[in-house]
């Protein structure tokens, strides 16, 4: 049995199809990462999934009930919302509890699973409070409540962090991991911030356009992007993109790099077969900052180019420099004790064992 | 004091006593008898508090062939105003519900609609709903007149609590319906509870509205079920001999005197209704 399965689901605004064609299953447990830039239809597919909007097309099961025309209340799901979306009327203990009194749980029930809650997430003190006497995060962790008193099988979060500051949003992205550890329930995630879906989920959907454009696991997607939108989507600083030749080399494919006035020929790591078609084409390298570094004893065999440098950002433990490779802008990840200065020849060293390969007029990536 | 406070403060003078003038005549007039009146000016200040104009204002001063005073016709327009109030602010609270948080197909034609409601002049309406009131036999009847009342005020109520409630969040009525609530208890127990401003401002347009109304009034009720401002006009207009202006004046500040009331009393939560803004969460 699978958690929650969306098949097909299309949503349609008037004429504007939003959602075209969305499928995707879920384990038990599993925590699902939506993912996607303003406007790619996360939040409405969370919605159709909380019963909340109408499903144009297709089905929505979760366990073993199709819910697909079920009222929000029947489908035993909670949510979190954006602005939170606490009853400014009642206190933060009556928000918790109003779910449980509409489902007419016994009274002393009630009062146990709101201490346990307010326990939970230490909210005891503001039980009696109204919400607008709470700070943002502390509004956040009422709403949280209010979703964890109706242990129902589905949690649903729409972008919960997003109105909280740098520091709050990191702790609070913390006690969300914990809490579903804690308590196991499949959770379905909406946000925008590629940094809270690697670190939250147990999957991600990355959208684009009302479509999924891929589904899988953090890493797979971290190190396996399958198009150049997912590619520089997911990472921060992202993924270079940069347009080369493909030329045959002595010992195979070799890329041709303009660097600091000169021309190099950079070797492609073998076993990309698909790059052969492209010899005497272009392609676009794909290579993230980390896997160009200073050059380092440890790793003789890769190859090295002097990269003249445009801009020096320390980030502290890494500083990122910008060299430009074909007339385009790189970001390299060097050791803070390793930068040269604006204006230099630095020599950088490529790590290809990562490097992807893009077709530049379908954006796909080349196997 | 700059002199551009000096101006704004005089300026705000001038305007109140220019406003404050004709109550102060009238209730200087109402305190004088007829010899005061005669002898005296305008303005010139009552030699006594004398309320035997007062009295006869509320009690024996002639309407017409009738001579009880205002007093019953006082009572009529509480009995008039009181449940067309409510029952305008609860259809139109009702009404702005379904059309910010429970959108129908044509509902924004519904509102337009409702919006020309609110520019329909008395006088267009006076003849179609004479009609109406006969077919339905209420002609005449203190409860026609209340009907008459609600319906022209509906699409007042109607504006207000549309305009508050479009600035609620949709996702506290979503937040609800995930708790498992229903229409009705999502109304009763989450949006009207934060209605107060706009329930308060609902409350005194109408109340002002349907207490000084007189056209409907006149033309829809008879007799001894006319409102207060249907008497204060029969009671100017009744004069046998001398016109009692003291009595003129009593009466028609007691006929005031509840809208002056409310705006004593609500007043500051009506400008606060009127500017109300976006709920917070
Ligand atoms: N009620 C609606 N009527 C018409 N179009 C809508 C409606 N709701 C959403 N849309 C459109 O659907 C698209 C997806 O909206 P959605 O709110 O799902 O985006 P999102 O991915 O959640 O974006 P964000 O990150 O900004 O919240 C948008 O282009 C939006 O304009
Ligand atoms: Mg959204």
């Not at chain 2, 948080?101 to 179609?128: A, D, E």
């Not at chain 2, 109520?157 to 979503?174: A, C, D, H, K, M």
């Not at chain 2, 003129?248 to 409310?262: E, G, Q, S």
């Given at each position: 049995?699978?958690?929650l399965?969306?098949?097909n689901?299309?949503?349609?605004?008037?004429?504007?199809?939003?959602?075209?064609?969305?499928?995707?299953?879920?384990?038990?447990?599993?925590?699902?990462?939506?993912?996607?830039?303003?406007?790619?239809?996360?939040?409405?597919?969370?919605?159709?999934i909380?019963?909340?909007e109408?499903?144009?097309?297709?089905?929505?099961?979760?366990?073993?009930r199709?819910?697909?025309?079920?009222?929000?209340?029947?489908?035993?799901?909670?949510?979190?919302?954006?602005?939170?979306?606490?009853?400014?009327?009642?206190?933060?203990?009556?928000?918790?509890?109003?779910?449980?009194?509409?489902?007419?749980?016994?009274?002393?029930?009630?009062?146990?699973?709101?201490?346990?809650?307010?326990?939970?997430?230490?909210?005891?003190?503001?039980?009696?409070?109204?919400?607008?006497?709470?700070s943002?995060?502390?509004?956040?962790?009422?709403?949280?409540?209010?979703a964890?008193?109706?242990?129902?099988?589905?949690?649903?979060f729409?972008?919960?962090?997003?109105?909280?500051?740098?520091?709050?949003?990191?702790?609070?992205?913390?006690e969300?991991?914990?809490?579903?550890?804690?308590?196991?329930?499949?959770?379905?995630?909406?946000?925008?911030?590629?940094?809270?879906?690697?670190?939250?989920?147990?999957?991600?959907?990355?959208?684009?356009?009302?479509?999924?454009q891929?589904?899988?696991?953090?890493?797979?997607?971290?190190?396996?992007?399958?198009?150049?939108?997912?590619?520089?989507?997911?990472?921060?600083?992202?993924?270079?993109?940069?347009?080369?030749?493909?030329?045959?080399?002595?010992?195979?494919?070799?890329?041709?790099?303009?660097?600091?006035?000169?021309?190099?020929?950079?070797?492609?790591?073998?076993?990309?077969?698909?790059?052969?078609?492209?010899?005497?084409?272009?392609?676009?390298?794909?290579?993230r900052?980390?896997?160009?570094?200073?050059?380092?004893e440890?790793?003789?065999?890769?190859?090295?180019?002097?990269?003249?440098?445009?801009?020096?950002?320390?980030?502290?433990?890494?500083?990122m420099?910008?060299?430009?490779?074909?007339?385009?802008?790189?970001?390299?990840?060097?050791?803070?004790?390793?930068?040269?200065?604006?204006g230099?020849?630095?020599?950088?060293?490529?790590?290809?064992?990562?490097?992807?390969?893009?077709?530049?007029?379908?954006?796909?990536?080349?196997? | 004091?700059?002199?551009?406070?000096?101006?704004?403060?005089?300026?705000?003078?001038?305007?109140?006593?220019?406003?404050?003038?004709?109550?102060?005549?009238?209730?200087?007039?109402s305190?004088?008898?007829?010899?005061?009146?005669?002898?005296?000016?305008?303005?010139?200040?009552?030699?006594?508090?004398?309320f035997?104009?007062?009295?006869k204002?509320?009690?024996?001063?002639?309407?017409?062939?009738?001579?009880?005073?205002?007093?019953?016709?006082?009572?009529?327009?509480?009995?008039?105003?009181?449940?067309?109030?409510i029952?305008?602010?609860?259809?139109?609270?009702?009404?702005?519900?379904?059309?910010?948080?429970?959108?129908?197909?044509?509902?924004?034609l519904?509102?337009?609609?409702?919006?020309?409601?609110?520019?329909?002049?008395?006088?267009?309406?006076?003849?179609?709903?004479?009609?109406?009131?006969?077919?339905?036999?209420?002609?005449?009847?203190?409860?026609?007149?209340?009907?008459?009342?609600?319906?022209?005020?509906?699409?007042?109520?109607?504006?207000?609590?549309?305009?508050?409630?479009?600035?609620?969040?949709?996702e506290?009525?979503?937040?609800?319906?995930?708790?498992?609530?229903?229409?009705?208890?999502?109304?009763?127990?989450?949006?009207?509870?934060?209605?107060?401003?706009?329930?308060?401002?609902?409350?005194?347009?109408?109340?002002?509205?349907?207490?000084?109304?007189?056209?409907?009034?006149?033309?829809y009720?008879?007799?001894?079920?006319?409102?207060?401002?249907?008497?204060?006009?029969n009671?100017?207009?009744?004069?046998?001999?001398?016109?009692?202006?003291?009595?003129?004046?009593?009466?028609?500040?007691?006929?005031?005197?509840?809208?002056?009331?409310?705006?004593?009393?609500?007043?500051?939560?009506?400008?606060?209704?009127?500017?109300?803004?976006?709920?917070?969460?």
């Amino acid at each position: 049995m699978k958690a929650l399965k969306i098949q097909n689901v299309e949503k349609t605004f008037g004429s504007i199809k939003v959602l075209k064609g969305i499928d995707l299953e879920i384990e038990p447990g599993q925590f699902l990462i939506l993912v996607g830039p303003s406007g790619c239809g996360k939040s409405t597919l969370l919605n159709m999934i909380a019963g909340l909007e109408s499903v144009s097309n297709g089905n929505i099961t979760i366990g073993d009930r199709d819910v697909t025309h079920l009222d929000p209340k029947d489908r035993d799901i909670a949510m979190v919302f954006q602005s939170y979306a606490l009853y400014p009327n009642m206190t933060v203990k009556q928000n918790i509890s109003f779910g449980l009194e509409i489902n007419k749980t016994p009274k002393d029930e009630l009062e146990a699973t709101v201490a346990k809650v307010a326990k939970m997430l230490q909210i005891e003190p503001l039980l009696n409070r109204k919400p607008k006497q709470l700070s943002g995060g502390q509004r956040q962790r009422v709403a949280m409540g209010r979703a964890l008193a109706r242990d129902p099988s589905i949690y649903l979060f729409d972008e919960p962090l997003s109105n909280l500051d740098a520091k709050l949003r990191v702790e609070m992205r913390s006690e969300i991991k914990e809490l579903h550890q804690r308590v196991g329930t499949t959770i379905v995630y909406v946000t925008h911030d590629q940094i809270e879906a690697m670190t939250l989920g147990d999957v991600i959907a990355v959208m684009k356009d009302g479509e999924i454009q891929q589904f899988g696991s953090p890493q797979d997607i971290y190190d396996n992007p399958k198009n150049q939108f997912v590619a520089g989507f997911m990472g921060s600083p992202s993924m270079n993109f940069v347009p080369c030749d493909v030329k045959q080399g002595m010992n195979g494919l070799v890329l041709v790099l303009e660097s600091g006035g000169a021309s190099h020929e950079l070797p492609v790591e073998n076993g990309i077969e698909g790059l052969s078609e492209y010899v005497g084409k272009k392609v676009v390298l794909g290579i993230r900052p980390e896997q160009l570094t200073q050059v380092s004893e440890d790793k003789p065999d890769t190859m090295t180019i002097p990269c003249l440098i445009e801009i020096i950002e320390p980030t502290g433990p890494d500083t990122m420099v910008t060299a430009r490779l074909n007339g385009v802008r790189t970001v390299c990840r060097v050791h803070p004790t390793a930068q040269s200065k604006v204006g230099e020849l630095m020599p950088l060293q490529f790590d290809m064992s990562k490097a992807v390969f893009f077709d530049p007029d379908t954006e796909q990536r080349i196997y | 004091m700059s002199l551009s406070r000096v101006l704004i403060y005089s300026l705000v003078l001038l305007a109140a006593v220019f406003y404050l003038l004709p109550l102060f005549v009238m209730l200087m007039t109402s305190l004088k008898d007829l010899e005061e009146i005669r002898s005296g000016t305008l303005l010139s200040l009552p030699q006594g508090l004398n309320f035997d104009a007062w009295s006869k204002a509320w009690g024996t001063a002639c309407t017409g062939v009738d001579c009880n005073g205002m007093k019953g016709f006082f009572w009529n327009s509480v009995l008039i105003v009181v449940p067309a109030v409510i029952i305008s602010t609860i259809l139109g609270a009702l009404n702005g519900y379904v059309l910010t948080k429970w959108r129908f197909r044509g509902s924004n034609l519904f509102f337009g609609m409702l919006l020309i409601g609110t520019m329909i002049p008395f006088q267009v309406i006076l003849l179609p709903m004479a009609r109406t009131l006969g077919f339905l036999g209420l002609a005449g009847t203190t409860s026609g007149l209340i009907m008459v009342h609600i319906i022209y005020g509906l699409a007042f109520t109607t504006l207000f609590f549309r305009n508050y409630y479009i600035s609620i969040p949709n996702e506290l009525v979503n937040a609800a319906r995930i708790d498992g609530a229903g229409f009705w208890l999502i109304f009763f127990r989450i949006v009207l509870p934060i209605s107060v401003p706009i329930v308060v401002v609902s409350v005194i347009w109408q109340f002002t509205q349907i207490w000084n109304d007189f056209l409907f009034g006149v033309v829809y009720s008879s007799g001894d079920a006319q409102p207060i401002t249907v008497a204060l006009n029969n009671l100017v207009n009744t004069s046998m001999g001398v016109k009692e202006y003291n009595v003129d004046m009593a009466a028609a500040i007691i006929a005031a005197l509840p809208t002056l009331l409310v705006y004593i009393v609500a007043g500051k939560y009506f400008v606060r209704g009127l500017t109300a803004g976006a709920v917070k969460g």
